[in-house]
């Protein structure tokens, strides 16, 4: 028990007086205060409490890796250890010169990264050389002058104290910016004096329990990390075979701080693969390939089912046939076609294979071809191709070129040789049209991470670009601040757009007559249009001055290296969440708008009457295929679950059959086997010996 106690106590005390741990958590308590910041969509407290825990834990690796450092620094050679004297003068050479450096680059830190990157270091070096400082002065003041014992609650508990008082500074700054601009630290405020109570009180529980969590979270990482780091250093000490003091510290935290950027990567790296091998595995909804001969993996069709992922099953699949078009239009309509072109093999060959299935498909004939720039995942907006379906009456085929199958979050990487690939299949499919003599159009459509694809054949150029690729419209959502041809405008909107050609909004309703013309449209709050890996360090654009930026954008946040870029994150993840069936213009939701832009863009004559019957039908569409997947899935685990359950009964036969069969006709098949095996006969129909048996099987199906 006493050995217990004295090992116990050597790892609190060896915790709490190591210097560049007790920086760490500083340094990830200021932090931890501008995770509250508000973002352009709102945040649930669970989201709210990882966004924070990111945060700090980031922060405590690069305050303790970073103080080490100084410390190391400041001992001058390795072997040596830094006095209270030394500790000092580095923390202040490292704040006071990183403060003055920040304050110097702060202009320009937005210009390209390498600015950004020396501003972001130059403010990491002022915080940590601050929290460095505090830390040592403490130390002076508690155990040199109050000739005080070490203890939790003379280091790690004034450590804490201090970087609550740091994060307490940072909240007040925040809602005093807050009270000028008009807004609040986390949503808006309300009218009502009693409903003001109640939210400064939400707010105050919300704040609490999250730091609360957050804390907890952070003592574990800070008592894990010192520990590997006290471990590398040992083995650098027995390797040169003395004490090195300051230099063996650095080098334990700075190999921490590596496995912990490796683990982030490699589990990135694992997450595309896992979601490349989903893309691959068929739905229940979607299992057989199409009968249909205008789509691609159709009869006609040289493209497989299984080679265009899960959304280009999806999309073949769910292609609107005439009679569909015609029970909404009230006229005529023609056969829609649906082309989908897998990611394999050169961009030559696939460009080639795109006007192959065309021909196939019929789709050549039509006066209206759309290329498609799906998004990462190889998504194309269903309720953009049903629109565009109704619109024409039929009279379009629609083209999609795939260029990878994950999230377009990890297929960043992607997008030149998606461009690429884009314009190769626009000039292969203008090249046949001029051979045919035909007067068919060709527009585009992208959104999201398809649409920085399509706008990028425009590129700098912008609608010379797009005339040169031979476009006779193009529509573009939610264009992500990546695109080349959206860079270029926000550093010169007026000489982009002074032709005419190009139209930017922020909504359908904005627009006006133009049709053949390339309209590009991002919700104020859209934080796919705004967001960039950049900003771990670099600020923004749209995080300028606050009377500079565009609406929606809290003028009262300022920006955060690596706080800015996790929260941002988070508002990607919201922008993205819709429910089927309901269009609201709100974030990276776009099907709102995509009826009439469609329309609009593109030069699509509708009357009032058909407008209500196409929104109406786009919405009820879009539910049903929703459901049926949901069905679909949720009855492939219950077949597999009474499949299971049977097996373990011994009546196995019947499985046998059903993996001959498609998913939908093997949950019939089962259901009606269980109808007969466990329904109980009448009693006119039994055999005097069945009584008993029949209560058995009644007994074990329970």
């Given amino acids: 028990m006493g050995m217990t106690q004295r090992t116990v106590g050597t790892a609190v005390a060896r915790f709490t007086t190591e210097q560049a741990v007790r920086a760490g958590v500083v340094t990830a308590a200021w932090s931890g205060a501008a995770s509250y910041a508000r973002g352009l969509l709102p945040r649930t407290p669970l989201q709210q409490a990882g966004a924070t825990g990111v945060t700090m834990a980031a922060h405590y690796q690069l305050g303790a890796t970073l103080w080490s450092a100084l410390a190391s620094?400041?001992?001058?050679?390795?072997?040596?250890?830094?006095?209270?004297?030394?500790?000092?003068?580095?923390?202040?050479?490292?704040?006071?010169?990183?403060?003055?450096?920040?304050?110097?680059?702060?202009?320009?830190?937005?210009?390209?990264?390498?600015?950004?990157?020396?501003?972001?270091?130059?403010?990491?070096?002022?915080?940590?050389?601050?929290?460095?400082?505090?830390?040592?002065?403490?130390?002076?003041?508690v155990h040199d002058v109050l000739d005080l014992p070490r203890s939790p609650g003379t280091t790690l508990a004034l450590d804490l104290s201090t970087g609550a008082l740091m994060a307490g500074g940072t909240f007040a700054r925040r809602a005093r910016r807050a009270r000028r601009y008009g807004g609040t630290s986390i949503e808006s405020a309300p009218v009502d004096a009693k409903q003001r109570a109640l939210k400064r009180a939400k707010t105050t529980t919300y704040v609490a329990g999250t730091a609360v969590g957050t804390s907890v979270g952070l003592g574990l990482l800070a008592v894990a990390e010192q520990a590997a780091a006290g471990q590398v250093a040992r083995a650098v000490n027995a390797a040169a075979g003395e004490d090195l003091e300051e230099f063996s510290v650095w080098v334990g935290h700075t190999v921490t701080f590596g496995a912990f950027a490796t683990c982030c990567y490699t589990a990135l790296r694992l997450g595309r693969k896992r979601l490349e091998h989903r893309a691959a595995v068929l739905e229940p909804a979607y299992e057989e390939a199409p009968a249909s001969e205008f789509v691609s993996a159709g009869p006609n069709s040289s493209v497989e089912f299984d080679d265009i992922g899960r959304e280009g099953r999806r999309f073949v699949v769910m292609r609107l046939d005439p009679g569909e078009i015609e029970s909404v239009m009230k006229e005529p309509a023609a056969e829609p076609i649906r082309v989908v072109i897998p990611r394999t093999?050169?961009?030559?060959?696939?460009?080639?294979?795109?006007?192959?299935?065309?021909?196939?498909?019929?789709?050549?004939?039509?006066?209206?071809?759309?290329?498609?720039?799906?998004?990462?995942?190889?998504?194309?907006?269903?309720?953009?191709?049903?629109?565009?379906?109704?619109?024409?009456?039929?009279?379009?085929?629609?083209?999609?070129?795939?260029?990878?199958?994950?999230?377009?979050?990890?297929?960043?990487?992607?997008?030149?040789?998606?461009?690429?690939?884009?314009?190769?299949?626009?000039?292969?499919?203008?090249?046949?049209?001029?051979?045919?003599?035909?007067?068919?159009?060709?527009?585009?459509?992208?959104?999201?991470?398809?649409?920085?694809?399509?706008?990028?054949?425009?590129?700098?150029?912008?609608?010379?670009?797009?005339?040169?690729?031979?476009?006779?419209?193009?529509?573009?959502?939610?264009?992500?601040?990546?695109?080349?041809?959206?860079?270029?405008?926000?550093?010169?909107?007026?000489?982009?757009?002074?032709?005419?050609?190009?139209?930017?909004?922020?909504?359908?309703?904005?627009?006006?007559?133009?049709?053949?013309?390339?309209?590009?449209?991002?919700?104020?709050?859209?934080?796919?249009?705004?967001?960039?890996?950049?900003?771990?360090?670099?600020?923004?654009?749209?995080?300028?001055?606050?009377?500079?930026?565009?609406?929606?954008?809290?003028?009262?946040?300022?920006?955060?290296?690596?706080?800015?870029?996790?929260?941002?994150?988070?508002?990607?993840f919201n922008g993205m969440n819709s429910k089927p069936g309901q269009f609201q213009r709100l974030g990276h939701d776009y099907r709102f708008d995509l009826r009439e832009a469609l329309q609009k863009t593109y030069g699509l004559p509708l009357t009032n009457d058909q407008v209500v019957r196409v929104e109406a039908a786009l919405r009820q569409r879009e539910q049903e295929w929703a459901e049926r997947r949901l069905v679909a899935r949720t009855g492939e685990k219950a077949l597999a679950n009474l499949r299971r359950t049977i097996n373990s009964w011994g009546r196995d036969s019947v499985n046998h059959e059903l993996d001959e069969l498609p998913a939908d006709v093997a949950q019939s098949r089962l259901i009606e086997y269980l109808s007969a095996r466990l329904t109980p006969r009448n009693k006119t129909e039994q055999e005097p010996g069945d009584v008993q048996s029949d209560s058995s099987s009644s007994s074990s199906s329970t």
Avoid at 95 to 117: A, F, M, T
Avoid at 407 to 423: D, H, Y
Avoid at 524 to 546: C, E, L, N, S
């Fill in 345 to 572: 093999g050169s961009v030559e060959r696939r460009a080639a294979l795109a006007v192959d299935e065309l021909v196939a498909t019929r789709g050549i004939e039509r006066s209206l071809i759309c290329v498609a720039s799906p998004t990462g995942v190889g998504y194309v907006n269903y309720t953009m191709a049903e629109a565009l379906e109704y619109l024409t009456r039929g009279d379009c085929a629609i083209v999609v070129p795939q260029y990878a199958y994950v999230p377009s979050v990890l297929a960043l990487n992607k997008t030149s040789e998606a461009t690429g690939l884009q314009e190769a299949v626009i000039e292969a499919i203008r090249a046949e049209l001029q051979r045919r003599g035909s007067g068919a159009r060709i527009v585009q459509f992208g959104e999201s991470l398809g649409a920085q694809v399509a706008v990028d054949v425009g590129g700098v150029d912008g609608s010379a670009g797009f005339e040169r690729a031979g476009l006779a419209a193009g529509l573009y959502l939610g264009v992500p601040f990546r695109s080349s041809l959206w860079r270029c405008y926000l550093r010169d909107p007026k000489g982009m757009t002074a032709d005419g050609v190009i139209v930017v909004a922020a909504s359908s309703d904005e627009l006006g007559d133009v049709a053949g013309h390339h309209v590009l449209i991002n919700h104020h709050d859209d934080p796919i249009t705004k967001f960039a890996y950049t900003m771990v360090v670099q600020r923004p654009w749209w995080m300028g001055p606050p009377a500079t930026r565009p609406p929606e954008v809290p003028r009262e946040t300022h920006f955060r290296p690596i706080t800015s870029c996790v929260l941002a994150m988070v508002d990607v």
């Fill in 73 to 141: 620094t400041a001992a001058g050679l390795p072997g040596s250890r830094a006095g209270n004297r030394a500790l000092l003068g580095a923390a202040a050479v490292s704040g006071i010169g990183g403060k003055v450096l920040e304050v110097q680059l702060r202009p320009v830190s937005g210009d390209n990264i390498w600015l950004g990157s020396a501003w972001s270091s130059a403010k990491m070096l002022s915080v940590v050389g601050l929290a460095g400082g505090l830390v040592t002065a403490s130390d002076i003041l």
